[in-house]
């Protein structure tokens, strides 16, 4: 057999490589974005060694422009005193001559002046210009400090996460083709048979259908609890705390009744999920709907484009053609409970207001209700638009089945 097939192992592989490249593609984006912002940093020093050429180049016109004013102050002051002293004389032609001097000096002056006036302003414009150069470049330096420290971060957390996730791809990987090779020929066959079920092309699925796959054996139903154990962390530590419980004496009954309550009800789940999720394009899980009062429930499974016409049973509202979808809830438990649930399931089913059709698969327990009590059970539900499939196994199989898997793994951990 294939055990990649089975598993989907390669899957994990191909999630182990993904993850790599992921990591891959984070450092090359980060190092792009650091040399983004290397290049605007540059720019922007290079900004501000021009502003600061141009800055000294005013800072020494004004200087020039200052001394030629000055020059041309004190020319003028001179001018004024000669005339002064040429009017005192009264000689025409000195006054003349003396008064050609102030004038000449007056027009030099204010020339010189203007000059000056203007280069101050340029050099006060360059400044404002060096000014804001320099702000940018502290900006540009302080955003592209931050960009490497969030880098950095970003590509500790990114790595660590990628290599926690990738070891425990590969536990899962190992941890799997290990239990495969280790199961007898028969058991193999079996749970081959169920993971590679596709529905038959242009053939309705039908209630047997659908009875054959939720039917399963006590072999298949230990290699979704395999699967769930080895790829999902939060059902393994379940597990072990357990198998830590189960050492413990006189604890037997306590952890058996933890498992009946909390292991049951996930394999259950996950059991529906695999038997329906082959007849569809897409499964949505617990997903969150709101009904008209206000409140909300989840949604087990929707189950989107089915591959080929489906039928839950006879009547009105018991099938869907193909591209259709499917809700279902999925309760497990003895007949007691079952019934017990009955309002609980009628507002469920509203969450599957909007599917084509939708049902309530349950525990094979149903059947041992007083005949009234079924009848009004499944009357009610089918109602609610969520009519009732009594076909997983019955609740005290897939207690054993639970509770075996847990004490096996206690076993495991105690040799």
């Not at 019955?394 to 206690?410: G, R, S, W």
């Amino acid at each position: 057999m294939d055990n990649a097939k089975v598993f989907e192992l390669g899957a994990l592989l191909n999630t182990i490589r993904s993850l790599n490249s992921i990591n891959t593609e984070t450092e090359k984006h980060c190092k792009d974005g650091i040399r983004e912002a290397d290049t605007v940093l540059q720019q922007t020093q290079e900004e501000l060694h021009i502003s600061e050429g141009l800055l000294n180049a005013a800072r020494a016109d004004e200087e020039i422009k200052l001394a030629k004013q000055l020059e041309a102050d004190a020319r003028m002051a001179k001018a004024v005193a000669e005339e002064a002293a040429a009017i005192a004389s009264g000689n025409p032609v000195a006054i003349a001559a003396a008064s050609a001097e102030a004038a000449s000096a007056g027009v030099e002056l204010a020339q010189a002046t203007e000059e000056y006036q203007h280069a101050v302003q340029h050099r006060e414009r360059l400044e404002h210009r060096y000014d804001l150069a320099q702000r940018c470049v502290n900006i540009a330096q302080e955003m592209r400090d931050t960009l490497q420290l969030r880098f950095n971060y970003s590509q500790a957390i990114v790595a660590e996460t990628i290599g926690l996730g990738n070891v425990r791809l590969q536990q899962a990987y190992d941890d799997l083709s290990r239990y495969l090779s280790r199961l007898l020929p028969a058991v193999r066959a079996e749970v081959e048979s169920f993971y590679s079920y596709e529905p038959e092309k242009n053939k309705p699925v039908t209630p047997k259908d659908i009875h054959d796959r939720l039917n399963a054996s006590s072999g298949v139903v230990n290699a979704i609890l395999e699967y769930l154990y080895c790829t999902d962390i939060k059902f393994r530590g379940s597990v072990d705390r357990l198998c830590q419980q189960l050492h413990i004496p006189g604890n037997e009954v306590s952890v058996e009744t933890k498992i009946k309550k909390n292991i049951v009800g996930r394999l259950s789940e996950e059991l529906v999920i695999r038997c329906f999720a082959p007849m569809g394009g897409r499964v949505e899980t617990q997903g969150r709907y709101y009904l008209e009062d206000g409140s909300y429930t989840k949604a087990d499974m929707i189950l989107y484009d089915l591959k080929e016409p489906l039928i839950l049973g006879r009547g009105l509202g018991m099938g869907s053609s193909k591209g259709g979808n499917l809700g279902i809830e999925v309760k497990s438990g003895y007949k007691e409970y079952l019934f017990a649930q009955l309002s609980h399931m009628e507002k469920q089913a509203k969450g599957h207001s909007k599917c084509d059709i939708s049902c309530t698969v349950c525990t094979r327990d149903i059947t041992d209700l007083p005949p009234e009590k079924e009848e009004l059970l499944r009357t009610k539900l089918k109602e609610a638009g969520a009519p009732m499939l009594g076909m997983l196994p019955y609740k005290v199989q897939l207690d054993e089945d639970c509770i075996n898997f847990v004490k096996e793994k206690a076993e495991d951990k105690n040799v």
